[in-house]
């Protein structure tokens, strides 16, 4: 779904360098302590500490970026763990990390970090001291002003105009080094304009001046009542009111989309590499809200690269619920949200197309996602008792990352909140998308966030290599 395209492109490609950014945890559970990655990383990925510090100290003019929550510094696990056990778990990327956020505020750097709800970001250690500096600046994006729910779940930061990350990972400690995550950095003056555009859109709707402005719409498509921003995509066109956004969505608005599915960016071959070729990418986003012109909507984005298959499809994220498992916003009882498991099925039924599903196991799994990814699993059960037969095969696997029955409770041998599988991306044999939501309506529909969507064959194929590191460890079981 597009919203108003903008001016079309001129046809010229965008120098851009892209890498895959992981993290892995460091740590089994025979050795908590080890230090050492309990997988290895992909040959040519970047850590994802080490594109942080990057970002930051080479940052000169601006560094923008956003923040679900602060907790880089690990102060209230080092009140359960000691120093050498934190150092051992991998704390000091976490340091490292704010070290560098710091070094850049001292230098001057104009940095906005634009920040959710949880744990109150606002008046967190880390940030205050950030906001000691006169350079940086801090707002909150609080969705339940238009939402009744949703938080600001997108990772993402510009630095100089001319680098982005965009991606799973927080800014936290354990998501550097103690919980898996995927993303994309990528550099180029023209390639991250889009992506600064995206943080532009939101800073602007963080702004206090902007009031909170809802309307309940019933939705025929999930039976329930919505609460929504007037300007939001999903409101009907007929009671949409554009006028009361709080940027301009016109196609020749400076936070109108650079790229789009039906338009993407063209980005030149990497000129240190021999073997690249040309290539294309977009940036979507989520909630509607956020989708300016020529923006596509993140539902949509997930759904461009499913229905891309031919041979190939593998999905992997920490949640997927065809549902809202969260409460606000959409009535008293929960929607059901069957676009992205139809478009699997859909593919799955009618190609001879190879899907596999990875969902993530931790500590605080949804009771909600069980039944439904056995639901998904059976999804092609009538193809065994009907004639002609589906073209494709499915398969659901959990991803247990060792450890995660040792991250609670006083004996806990690994810190809260840890030991996951965090990443969010679709590959199909023609492309990737790298993002930064759960599978479930709520990520689509309150919460803040975005994906990288590319046919980069070499982003593609190391995307791949991931997924298929993951599924033939010993670590992805049946459901």
């Not at 960016?265 to 240190?272: A, G, I, K, M």
């Not at 004996?411 to 993002?435: C, E, L, M």
Request: aromatic share 10%; net charge negative; proline share 8%.
């Amino acid at each position: 779904m597009d919203s108003e395209s903008p001016s079309s492109p001129t046809g010229e490609c965008a120098k851009a360098k892209v890498q895959v950014v992981q993290s892995i945890p460091l740590g089994s559970p025979a050795d908590p302590y080890s230090g050492a990655p309990y997988i290895p990383p992909i040959g040519g990925s970047v850590p994802s500490w080490e594109a942080f510090v990057r970002l930051a100290n080479e940052s000169t003019t601006t560094l923008d970026f956003t923040a679900m929550y602060f907790d880089l510094l690990g102060l209230e696990d080092r009140q359960q763990f000691n120093a050498s056990e934190m150092q051992a778990f991998g704390a000091d990327r976490g340091e490292a990390v704010f070290a560098a956020l710091e070094a850049a505020a001292m230098r001057g750097v104009q940095m906005r970090i634009l920040l959710g709800t949880l744990n109150d970001p606002m008046n967190s250690t880390e940030v205050r001291t950030l906001l000691s500096y006169p350079s940086v600046k801090a707002r909150t994006w609080n969705p339940v002003k238009w939402y009744d729910g949703g938080i600001m779940h997108m990772k993402l930061w510009h630095s100089n105009g001319r680098a982005a990350y965009l991606g799973s990972a927080n800014t936290d400690w354990k998501s550097l080094a103690q919980v898996q995550e995927l993303g994309v950095l990528v550099n180029g003056t023209a390639a991250t304009a889009d992506l600064g555009r995206l943080f532009e859109t939101f800073w602007k709707w963080a702004s206090p001046d902007v009031p909170a402005q809802q309307m309940i719409v019933f939705s025929d498509k999930y039976a329930a009542p919505l609460t929504l921003p007037p300007w939001d995509i999903n409101v009907p066109l007929e009671l949409r009111v554009p006028m009361a956004a709080p940027f301009d969505l016109l196609a020749s608005s400076p936070l109108a989309a650079l790229s789009s599915v039906s338009s993407p960016q063209l980005l030149c071959p990497d000129e240190e590499d021999p073997e690249a070729a040309a290539a294309n990418a977009y940036v979507s986003a989520s909630p509607g809200g956020a989708v300016t012109a020529g923006r596509t909507f993140d539902q949509a984005a997930l759904i461009d690269t499913v229905r891309s298959a031919t041979t190939n499809l593998s999905l992997s994220v920490m949640d997927f619920l065809p549902a809202s498992s969260y409460t606000g916003g959409h009535g008293s009882g929960p929607l059901y949200w069957p676009e992205l498991v139809n478009a699997v099925l859909a593919v799955a039924y009618s190609k001879p197309v190879r899907v596999r599903v990875l969902v993530s196991r931790w500590a605080h799994t949804s009771k909600m996602m069980g039944p439904a990814m056995k639901q998904l699993a059976d999804g092609l059960a009538a193809c065994t008792t009907a004639y002609p037969t589906c073209a494709g095969s499915l398969e659901v696997r959990q991803f247990e990352l060792p450890g995660w029955q040792n991250t609670t409770g006083p004996n806990a041998t690994f810190p809260p909140y840890s030991r996951v599988n965090h990443a969010k991306f679709i590959v199909s044999d023609q492309r990737a998308n790298v993002g930064t939501s759960n599978w479930e309506w709520g990520y689509m529909y309150q919460t803040a966030g975005s994906s990288w969507n590319t046919n980069d064959t070499k982003i593609v194929a190391a995307v791949q290599q991931i997924f298929d590191q993951g599924w033939e460890s010993p670590f992805a079981v049946p459901l």
